[in-house]
Antibody
């Protein structure tokens, strides 16, 4: 059974950076068959995929994709020692206020973190 | 960008059938995934590989521009938001539908 445990602050000031971490149990962040994703949900945007990171042993490389909606502001970084991955979103505005989820993807988003409500406010 | 359109709400009496549609351009050519989300919880995927976790009352189909999730013999516990999701290969994005709130009368 895979579990994803999210951590990080729930309040971020405008123009600052949002940082969240997702700790993985029951799988490896270096698995070659899955990707590790961040998704957010708000009343105005609904469910919005933000980006993913994944490792492929065939090339021995890490990959990173992101949504055009946050491209240039987002990074998703794996930590193989702690078996976790992190989201950083820079230059946040109140429009980035949302529930943020981490999720594993293998054919579909099959395991999700518990969610972190992040409010952008001064 | 690829857009998935769902009705905002569906109301159904207990024991009846709820039909949730998800419209997208040529959606039948894509793998469509469905998620159930109850208040205060993360979305949960209906996984064909774990049939023991999916009530046999729930089935999915697709044709042309419409994918459909059907919940037969609706129960109070089926009250939730339901989302469809696909991978858009044109934009390399995962796309979610707008979500449908199922209310059991």
């Amino acid at each position: 059974q895979v579990t994803l445990q999210q951590s990080g602050p729930g309040l971020v000031k405008p123009s600052q950076s949002l940082s969240l971490t997702c700790a993985i149990a029951g799988d490896s962040v270096s698995s070659s068959t899955v990707s590790w994703n961040w998704i957010r949900q708000s009343p105005s945007r609904g469910l919005e995929w933000l980006g993913r990171t994944y490792y492929r042993s065939a090339t021995s490389k890490w990959y990173f994709d992101s949504s055009v909606s946050v491209r240039g502001r987002i990074s998703i970084t794996p930590d193989t020692f702690k078996n976790q991955f992190s989201l950083q979103l820079t230059s946040v505005t109140p429009d980035d206020t949302a529930m943020y989820y981490c999720a594993r993807h293998i054919a579909a988003f099959d395991f999700w973190g518990q969610g972190t409500l992040v409010t952008v406010s001064s | 960008s690829y857009v998935l359109t769902q009705p905002s709400s569906v109301s159904v009496a207990p024991g009846q059938t709820a039909t949730i549609t998800c419209e997208g351009n040529n959606i039948a050519s894509k793998s469509v995934h469905w998620y159930q989300q109850k208040p205060g919880q993360a979305p949960k995927h209906f996984d064909d590989d774990r049939p023991s976790e999916i009530p046999e009352r729930i089935s999915a189909s697709k044709s042309g521009n419409t994918a459909t999730l059907t919940i037969s013999r609706v129960e109070a516990g089926d009250e939730a938001d339901y989302f469809c999701q696909v991978w858009d290969s044109t934009s390399d994005h995962y796309v979610f539908g707008s979500g449908t709130k199922v209310t059991v009368l």
